[in-house]
């Protein structure tokens, strides 16, 4: 099985201050020049959401100061300008085999 | 709107058998792999089990694999997922999720919470 490895566990930021969440593979996810990596937010009592699909490609909707990048065995998670709605665990997920796994997610809290 | 709505959840004791609902509505569900993943109290997501959209291919997590039983009828838009042998470290809220594309998640359902306790 693929292993993925978040840091931090956790971290606090400012309003309107950079999050930044690292994820890292246990091998490449990289296949046909396409990452197989999502990242989702779970907000306290509800269900994961999808931002980003293969590694940087953002979700309709989602707003633009989400930006997913990377490749290979790490990767990115990027909120430029914290808002209080961002409150949320953070996941990254490998789908480039079966199992699909997923990183043991980041808390992202308001400092 | 696509939705997926997971029912069937509830306490049941050690070694006893559950069955969960997942009813899909505003897609073409026989066109979609569906997925259930499961994240026990305060912990992170675990992916569980997966069937291809004609149910040809069903893949179990190795911790389920003999226990759990995933299917689904495509004539009532409808995902199940069978558990027997129950464990209290089965106990969790299980998410029913539409698998896109290659292979990632969306939209997940609200979820429905198994508690495995005497």
């Known amino acids: 099985d693929i292993v993925m490895t978040q840091s931090p566990d956790s971290l606090a930021v400012s309003l309107g201050e950079r999050a930044t969440i690292n994820c890292k593979s246990s091998?490449?996810?990289?296949?046909?020049?396409?990452?197989?990596l999502a990242w989702y937010q779970q907000k306290p009592g509800q269900p994961p959401k999808l931002l980003i699909s293969?590694?940087?490609t953002r979700e309709s909707g989602v707003p633009d100061r989400f930006t997913g990048s990377g490749s290979g065995t790490a990767f990115t998670l990027t909120i430029s300008s914290l808002q209080t709605e961002d409150v949320a665990v953070y996941y990254c997920?490998?789908?480039?085999?079966?199992?699909?796994?997923f990183g043991q997610g980041t808390k992202v809290e308001i400092k | 709107e696509v939705q997926l709505v997971e029912s069937g959840g509830g306490l049941v004791q050690p070694g006893g058998s559950l069955r969960l609902s997942c009813a899909a509505s505003g897609f073409t569900f026989s066109g979609h792999w569906m997925h259930w993943v499961r994240q026990a109290p305060g912990k992170g997501l675990v992916w569980v089990s997966h069937?291809?959209?004609?149910?040809?291919?069903?893949t179990y997590a190795d911790f389920v694999k003999g226990r759990f039983t995933i299917s689904r009828d495509n004539a009532k838009n409808t995902l199940y997922l069978q558990m027997s042998s129950l464990r209290a470290e089965d106990t969790a809220v299980y998410f029913c999720?539409?698998?896109?594309?290659?292979?990632?998640?969306?939209?997940w359902g609200q979820g429905t919470l198994v508690t495995v306790s005497s």
């Open positions: 999720v539409r698998g896109i594309g290659s292979g990632w998640f969306d939209p």
């Open positions: 293969w590694a940087s």
């Open positions: 091998q490449s996810l990289l296949y046909s020049n396409k990452d197989f």
């Open positions: 069937i291809s959209g004609d149910g040809g291919t069903i």
């Open positions: 997920q490998q789908y480039y085999s079966t199992p699909q796994t």
